[in-house]
């Protein structure tokens, strides 16, 4: 873990403002489309008013999780990361290079406050289940929120850890399901009713809209696991 | 003697009913045995049904947050179905864990190539860094399940029913000198040992016993050779250890035979025993194979 970093680099004091300039850092474009933006209001939510971790408390074993399981895309996240004080922002232009910690997918063994290595789609949630018991078997308060794309649920790996972790009751585990419509065979509003079948309690929000988002993922001890559909803009 | 895969069950539930911090995940497999810890630790043992990728997952979630996951289910789905996830949730996290598969190439002769597993060391050869088991004997699988619990790593415990008439201490990466000749060297990876003895008696060789094979203890191998001549006999894919032996001996000349299942697919039922003899892996058939090895020297090519 690369702390020399997180000793030296300035304080936090980005806000949400500050996310385009540093996702343009690694783009370098000055405006994104809806398909690199579209885990961006999500992922900042999650940081700034959901979850409780930060950078002086990524090791500390009752934190809270946030899984990035979608791994592909994550500029809104290495954005969020910076702005939040994680890693330094000098550390954005050079992503993806040889040298630079920061991939095309994140790894959690290279970039300080990334939990879990993604890319291959179908793995964050599986695990999310696994890490959701250890808390609970921890006696641990904390809980763990995992971000999948709407296309991701077509990996079978992800209908497994459902039905689990409805059954297990897991009400630390939180997922949130960032809907672009850009599976192939898309049919329009399933995703939350399946969830639902499996004993899940289920919220569809607008993906754009920070109010709804933080209301949706604040957490509840009911013995249920929560999805949130957060649409945004197709594909 | 003790059936080793139920000696597994009572070594896992013992260790998780002294360790809070040991979880046990498994798939339907052998919950006749872990069915009352389950309801003891509710949270510490998981069966999560008959679903093999999220079983390595779960297990992996478990080393994310700090614990030590026991993994089971058959070796076929555990190893090869499940593959990716133990590759991406163990390796590519940098996380440690337990797995135990049962089965192996041949337990589950009768219920045909699905239940079969003999690529399954080869497998995880393709992943850096696993300590992997081949216990010969019920007390091997103890020994082994408490060692691989106890340390912080990656290891991999191929139970199987097939055991030798006697156990040997488990001491990762070490191999032991069963009996010491003048001729060649035999190298008997777990429960193949009582064969391989069978098969060497009257004849001048040396048996090294491995019942961890990776490490691969190269060492041993050079300490004993005398004729520089070897004979790998492993009770899973014909030469998953050759390349090394090859790298043990990499500056000595010298010949390798290198014995276990066939890569050809057998189709057929029946016993154990009689799949084992389909690939030359009894008695009979190693002393026919060590022979015409020995029997035969080195040629020059072309």
């Known amino acids: 873990m690369t702390t020399e970093h997180l000793t030296t680099h300035r304080a936090a004091s980005s806000g949400y403002e500050d996310l385009p300039r540093l996702m343009s850092l690694m783009t370098g474009d000055e405006k994104h489309d809806a398909a690199a933006t579209s885990t961006l209001d999500v992922v900042w939510v999650l940081y700034d008013r959901v979850l409780d971790v930060s950078p002086a408390s990524i090791e500390d074993p009752g934190r809270d999780r946030f899984f990035l399981s979608k791994g592909h895309g994550p500029m809104a996240y ?84 459902m039905a689990l972790a409805g059954a297990l009751r897991l009400d630390r585990l939180t997922v949130v399901v960032v809907d672009n419509a850009s599976t192939s065979y898309h049919r329009p509003h399933v995703i939350a009713p399946r969830f639902a079948l499996e004993g899940w309690r289920a919220a569809v929000v607008d993906g754009r809209n920070h109010d709804e988002i933080e209301t949706a993922l604040q957490q509840r001890r009911d013995g249920r696991p929560t999805v949130v559909v957060a649409e945004v803009e197709d594909r | 003697m003790r059936d080793p895969r139920r000696t597994f069950a009572q070594t896992a ?120 088991h081949v216990p010969g004997h019920a007390d091997e699988v103890e020994q082994s399940v408490r060692l691989a619990v106890r340390g912080d790593g990656r290891e991999y415990v191929r139970v199987v029913g097939q055991q030798n008439r006697e156990s040997f201490p488990v001491r990762p990466g070490r191999f032991h000198v069963v009996r010491r000749g003048a001729g060649a060297t035999v190298v008997a990876v777990g429960p193949v040992l009582d064969a391989v003895l069978e098969a060497t008696q009257g004849t001048d060789v040396t048996v090294l016993y491995a019942n961890t094979v990776r490490p691969f203890d190269g060492a041993a191998l050079r300490s004993v050779l005398v004729a520089p001549e070897v004979v790998l006999v492993e009770p899973y894919l014909a030469g998953t250890s050759s390349r090394l032996v090859a790298d043990a001996l990499v500056d000595v000349p010298h010949r390798l035979l290198a014995l276990g299942i066939g890569h050809v697919e057998l189709r057929r039922y029946g016993s154990p025993e009689q799949h084992l003899a389909a690939h030359g892996l009894h008695a009979a058939g190693l002393r026919r194979g060590i022979g015409d090895f020995l029997a035969g020297g080195l040629r020059n090519a072309g």
């Open chain 1, 78 to 161: 290495y954005a969020t990361l910076v702005a939040k004080g994680f890693f330094p922002e000098e550390w954005l232009p050079g992503w993806a290079s040889y040298a630079s910690p920061l991939g095309q997918h994140p790894d959690r063994n290279l970039v300080p406050g990334v939990e879990i290595s993604s890319g291959s789609l179908g793995h964050g949630l599986p695990m999310g289940v696994g890490t959701a018991l250890a808390l609970r078997a921890q006696g641990l308060g904390s809980r763990v929120v995992v971000l999948v794309g709407d296309a991701e649920l077509d990996e079978g790996s992800n209908a497994e850890a």
């Open chain 2, 13 to 132: 539930v013992e260790l998780v009913d002294q360790d809070l911090s040991v979880a046990l995940v498994y798939a339907e497999i052998s919950g006749q045995w872990l069915h009352e810890a389950e309801r003891r630790h509710p949270d510490r043992v998981v069966n999560v049904g008959i679903r093999e990728q999220l079983l390595a997952s779960v297990g992996a979630g478990f080393a994310l947050a700090g614990m030590r996951p026991i993994v089971h289910t058959f070796s076929s789905f555990l190893v090869e179905r499940a593959f990716e996830q133990v590759k991406l949730g163990f390796n590519h996290q940098d996380v440690g864990g337990v797995l135990v598969g049962y089965g192996g190439s041949v337990d589950v002769s009768a219920g045909g190539r699905t239940h079969q597993s003999p690529g399954d060391v080869a497998l995880l050869d393709t992943l850096p860094g696993w300590t992997i």
